[in-house]
C-alpha cells in the first residue's frame, strides 16, 4: 500500500502545468493527498474544471486556462493563486508538446522552434516568473517534468528528446542560480500510459513492456510519488538532480 501523509504539504501551494489529465493530474492529486492547495492549467477549460471537481473542488484546487507558453498566462495563474492561497510554494513544470513524428532530416524546422518554446522557453518563463512573484523572497522548490527521450537517442520523436535533454540541463543551472532558497530537480520518464503516449503503445503494449525489466509501463502514479518525493523535506538536500523512473527500460539499452 502506498503510504501517503496528508501533513506532508500542509500549508503550501504548488502550481502544475498541463495538469488537466494524465501525469500532471496525478502529481496534482498526490499533492491534494499530502496537504496542498493546487492550481492546474491547461489549454481547455471545460477539461480543468472537471480535474478540479476529481481534485476535492475550489477549496483545494484552481484551474486557470491558457497556454503555457503565453507570459500573460503565467502572469494571471500566478496572480490568482497567490490571491486564492497565499503562496506559490511549489513549482512543476509538466507542460510538453510533440507535435511531429519521423528523422529530423525531414523536421519543420518551425515545429522545432514550437517544441522549444513550449518545452524548455516556457519553463524557464514560469520559473522566472514565480520566482519574482514568491520564490525568490520565500523560497521553494520546482520539479521540471523531462523524459528518457533526453538521455538517450529516441528515434522518430528525436527533437522532443533534444527538448528534454535540454530540460534536463536547464534543471541544472536553475539550481546552481537559484540556491540555497529554492532547489531545483527534474525527473524522467520512460513510456507512460497516457493519451499523450498513446502512440508509442497502442495496441502493442505487451510487447512494448517487454524491453522494461519491470515487465509494465507506468501509470501516472508513479510518476505523482516521485515528483511528490523532490518536492518534499524529505528531498532537503537534493537539487540539480534528475531522478529517471523508467521501470528499468534504460539498464536493457531501450528508451
Request: net charge negative; no cysteine; glycine share 10%.
Amino acid at each position: 500500500m502506498v503510504e501517503i501523509d496528508p501533513q506532508r504539504f500542509k500549508g503550501q501551494t504548488a502550481i502544475v502545468t498541463g495538469a488537466s489529465r494524465g501525469i500532471g493530474l496525478a502529481i496534482a492529486e498526490r499533492l491534494v493527498a499530502e496537504g496542498a492547495k493546487v492550481t492546474i492549467t491547461a489549454r481547455k477549460q471545460e477539461a480543468l474544471d472537471a480535474a478540479v471537481e476529481q481534485l476535492g473542488g475550489k477549496d483545494v484546487a484552481l484551474a486557470v486556462a491558457g497556454r503555457a507558453d503565453d507570459p500573460d498566462h503565467q502572469a494571471d495563474t500566478i496572480a490568482k493563486t497567490v490571491d486564492a492561497f497565499g503562496s506559490v510554494d511549489l513549482l512543476v513544470n509538466n507542460t510538453g508538446i510533440n507535435p511531429t513524428y519521423g528523422p529530423l532530416m525531414e523536421m519543420d524546422p518551425e515545429a522545432a522552434r514550437k517544441i522549444m518554446d513550449v518545452n524548455v522557453v516556457s519553463a524557464l518563463r514560469w520559473t522566472q516568473a514565480v520566482q519574482a512573484a514568491w520564490q525568490g523572497e520565500h523560497g521553494g522548490a520546482i520539479v521540471n517534468v523531462a523524459s528518457v527521450a533526453g538521455l538517450r537517442p529516441a528515434p522518430g520523436i528525436a527533437f522532443y528528446g533534444v527538448s528534454k535533454a535540454a530540460v534536463i540541463h536547464l534543471t541544472q543551472e536553475l539550481a546552481w542560480e537559484l540556491g540555497p532558497k529554492t532547489r531545483v530537480n527534474a525527473v524522467a520518464p520512460a513510456v507512460v500510459k497516457t493519451r499523450f503516449a498513446t502512440a508509442l503503445y497502442e495496441g502493442r503494449e505487451e510487447e512494448v513492456s517487454a524491453a522494461y525489466a519491470l515487465k509494465r509501463l507506468g501509470e501516472p502514479d508513479d510518476i505523482g510519488s516521485v515528483v511528490a518525493f523532490l518536492l518534499s523535506k524529505d528531498a532537503g538536500w537534493m537539487t540539480g538532480q534528475t531522478l529517471v523512473v523508467d521501470g528499468g527500460v534504460l539498464l536493457g539499452g531501450g528508451v
